[in-house]
């Protein structure tokens, strides 16, 4: 397998990513909604401390996968695609990129403006050149509470076309990103 995307498939650098990432989304959503309706205490706390050190490194995954993509750039679009599909395929994809990166830099400020550094599960926190501020901890609290929705809606509009694409169209999208393509 090839480690660079060519014009047809993903190759197994961006695959990883990908998955990694999604894995990592879900696990943050996951704790995100478990640990809301918590009490406060030891509970909540240890929650938050795994779900802040996710993120650490789903924001690293993200920024290489950003990076990733402007040095391999991803296949085109399947021959055949209409081109509103191409254009909200596009769209949907960008807004995945800015929503997850506007909810873990959200979630960074708020550990941030509480006067901590990112965790990384125990083994060192990444300290933040951001002061301690509870004005502007909540504002950041409420941008993280909110982003989690428009983050999860594309993550289904997403999932939701590569099973129509794979499952109605029968083209090759799906498969490009998991077992490649016949």
Same mark, same amino acid.
């Given at each position: 397998?090839?480690?660079?995307?060519?014009?047809?498939?993903?190759?197994?650098?961006?695959?990883?990513?990908?998955?990694?990432?999604?894995?990592?989304? %879900?696990?943050?959503? %996951?704790?995100?909604?478990?640990?809301?309706?918590?009490?406060?205490?030891?509970?909540? #706390?240890?929650? *938050?401390?795994?779900? &802040?050190?996710?993120?650490?490194?789903?924001?690293?995954?993200?920024?290489?996968?950003? %990076?990733?993509?402007?040095?391999?750039?991803?296949? &085109?679009?399947?021959? &055949?695609?209409?081109?509103?599909? *191409? !254009?909200?395929? !596009?769209?949907?994809?960008?807004?995945?990129?800015?929503?997850?990166?506007?909810?873990?830099?959200?979630?960074?400020?708020?550990?941030?403006?509480?006067?901590?550094?990112?965790?990384? %599960?125990?083994?060192?926190?990444?300290?933040?050149?951001?002061?301690?501020?509870?004005?502007?901890?909540?504002?950041?609290?409420?941008?993280?509470?909110?982003?989690?929705?428009?983050?999860?809606?594309?993550?289904?509009?997403?999932?939701?076309?590569?099973?129509? #694409?794979?499952?109605?169209?029968?083209?090759?999208?799906?498969?490009?990103?998991?077992? &490649? !393509?016949?």
């Amino acid at each position: 397998m090839r480690l660079k995307n060519s014009s047809e498939q993903f190759g197994i650098i961006a695959k990883y990513l990908h998955w990694l990432i999604a894995a990592g989304i %879900f696990t943050l959503l %996951f704790l995100g909604i478990e640990q809301s309706d918590m009490e406060r205490g030891d509970a909540k #706390n240890y929650i *938050r401390f795994i779900h &802040g050190s996710v993120a650490t490194v789903v924001l690293m995954l993200m920024t290489a996968r950003l %990076f990733w993509r402007f040095v391999s750039p991803p296949p &085109g679009h399947p021959d &055949g695609i209409p081109n509103w599909q *191409r !254009t909200s395929s !596009t769209l949907v994809h960008w807004g995945l990129y800015i929503c997850v990166f506007v909810q873990l830099s959200a979630g960074a400020m708020v550990i941030g403006t509480a006067g901590k550094g990112l965790p990384m %599960f125990g083994f060192f926190s990444i300290p933040l050149p951001v002061e301690e501020n509870h004005d502007n901890h909540e504002w950041w609290e409420g941008i993280h509470e909110f982003m989690w929705r428009p983050l999860a809606a594309l993550i289904v509009l997403h999932v939701l076309a590569a099973l129509y #694409n794979h499952f109605i169209v029968k083209n090759n999208v799906l498969r490009r990103m998991t077992i &490649g !393509t016949k």
